[in-house]
């Protein structure tokens, strides 16, 4: 080819040339920048050679001057590769035949070392298991990585690499139609629509116009979602627990009969109209803190990570917490309608419907302490739900009498100081220990997001001690959270424990 280019490129006049200026797209550094604040590991699986990709990792932010970074570029086979993986995991003192797993949580955010690798030397690692195994390891601990002259197929096999020995929730963004397989590969694909076709918009799950909106969708709704889901999840098992199981208790009491204390229509329309619609709203527009606050503080992701809202202890101490409701509610009833004030004794049905009152209450005020943005639509459909079931009793025992006249006792009952009393306690003695418990927490033990938190209502207020817009947050070894005693504390957060998080970009 360079024979016969000087054979004919002879005697020419140069008139002009042109270019296509590959720039960065605006706020690209400091997005990723975010991302290594939140902990998530950015991997960068390009085409350029090793150069170019070094010089855009370096603008971006991605690559630090400050941290080491390790080449591993050879174009020898097999032995070659294998001994400079081995070196360079002597040199960071990591076990080689460590689970890359445990390497992974033990990633700290400010990490002090990158890893660039061609796609040559991609290509003998891939191929050995246990090659990539060294690969892995050496890779679990860094805070960036750069994959440069890959080939489409290559990305899409780092990326299931990642995904089998790391076990980490793994992202992948991609804009041109070489990447279509690497964001097939991944949980979740992000296509960006540019001047490179719709190709990888077609084949991803989420589609972004710009590269800075992936802090929106991951630092707000992805945070959001994560927060919501939790939410939505144990408190559907909180309140079904709680009225359940006082229906469970009754049947100690009626010789396993199979005789329900509850009324047939009040269980069914218990998850479907008295509990469900304010759930809902709660699920979709729920937000411990401000979407600024979000994107101003990276840190708060680092909970999805750690899956601080949805561990075993949390479940069961909202199982812990139906069960001892259920048993308020429950005693509380037989115990003290057992006569009434009328000296007629209440029926089953009655005592029942006391039951029932104290349960739809109980579970939508819950509802509306654990939530932490209140706003005119879930207040609005919590007093629409307990609306709608005081009109259902109503109409529901006027009319059931004419063919069962032992409902008709219902409206001599709920007049009576007796029942409303009795339906007041259990509310009260049933939510003040999760009451008392939450206000200890949040006063002594705070979260990173409480913190926050509170400084968005200090301002808000505008009090004089209201916090300015400089609140450090660093992570570190300490306990899960660091009892802070006031919004201008540094929030410590342990990172243990939690699941890995990786993005693949495509430049």
Not at 103 to 131: C, H
Not at 364 to 382: A, G
């Amino acid at each position: 080819l360079v024979n016969l280019a000087m054979e004919m490129e002879r005697e020419y006049t140069l008139l002009g040339a042109t270019a296509v200026d590959d720039l960065l797209q605006e706020d690209v550094a400091n997005t990723i920048a975010k991302l290594k604040v939140a902990n998530i590991s950015v991997w960068v699986l390009t085409g350029d050679k090793q150069e170019t990709a070094v010089s855009i990792g370096h603008s971006c932010k991605l690559l630090d001057e400050k941290q080491a970074t390790i080449f591993i570029n050879t174009k020898n086979k097999g032995q070659d590769v294998e001994q400079m993986l081995r070196a360079a995991l002597v040199e960071r003192a990591i076990p080689a035949d460590a689970d890359p797993r445990i390497l992974a949580k033990r990633r700290t955010v400010a990490n002090p070392y990158a890893i660039v690798i061609d796609g040559s030397t991609l290509f003998y690692v891939l191929q050995s298991e246990e090659l990539s195994r060294l690969f892995v390891n050496l890779s679990a601990g860094a805070a960036a990585v750069v994959c440069c002259r890959t080939a489409p197929l290559q990305k899409a096999v780092v990326v299931g690499l990642v995904r089998r020995h790391l076990e980490a929730i793994t992202m992948a963004i991609g804009d041109g139609a070489n990447d279509v397989s690497m964001l097939k590969e991944a949980n979740i694909g992000v296509g960006i629509s540019g001047k490179e076709g719709m190709q990888a918009v077609l084949a991803s799950d989420y589609s972004i116009a710009k590269f800075r909106y992936l802090q929106r969708l991951l630092l707000v709704h992805g945070r959001y979602s994560y927060n919501r889901v939790t939410r939505l999840v144990l408190y559907c098992f909180y309140k079904n627990y709680a009225y359940v199981l006082a229906n469970f208790y009754f049947g100690w009491f009626c010789a396993a009969s199979a005789q329900t204390i509850y009324e047939n229509r009040y269980v069914m329309l218990y998850n479907v109209v008295f509990t469900s619609v304010p759930l809902l709203l709660v699920s979709m527009t729920e937000q411990d803190v401000s979407p600024e606050s979000a994107l101003k503080f990276p840190q708060l992701y680092r909970d999805s990570q750690r899956n601080a809202l949805f561990k075993h202890s949390t479940f069961w101490l909202h199982i812990l917490d139906a069960v001892y409701q259920s048993l308020v509610v429950y005693f509380f009833a037989m115990w003290a309608l057992n006569t009434s004030n009328r000296g007629r004794d209440m029926d089953m049905f009655m005592i029942g419907t006391v039951m029932f009152t104290s349960v739809v209450l109980m579970v939508n005020i819950k509802l509306l302490l654990d939530c932490q943005h209140w706003n005119t639509w879930v207040v609005t459909s919590v007093a629409v739900s307990i609306f709608l079931y005081f009109v259902f009793v109503l109409l529901y025992h006027a009319i059931v009498p004419q063919l069962n006249p032992i409902f008709f006792g219902f409206y001599n009952d709920a007049v009576t100081a007796t029942f409303w009393t009795c339906v007041f306690l259990s509310i009260v003695v049933g939510l003040l220990p999760s009451f008392v418990i939450r206000c200890i927490m949040v006063t002594l033990y705070p979260s990173a997001a409480q913190i926050v938190r509170e400084r968005e209502l200090l301002k808000i207020n505008g009090g004089a001690g209201a916090p300015s817009d400089d609140i450090e947050m660093t992570a570190g070894p300490t306990s899960p959270v660091t009892p802070l005693p006031h919004s201008n504390s540094i929030a410590s957060v342990r990172l243990e424990d939690r699941k890995p998080s990786m993005m693949s970009v495509a430049l």
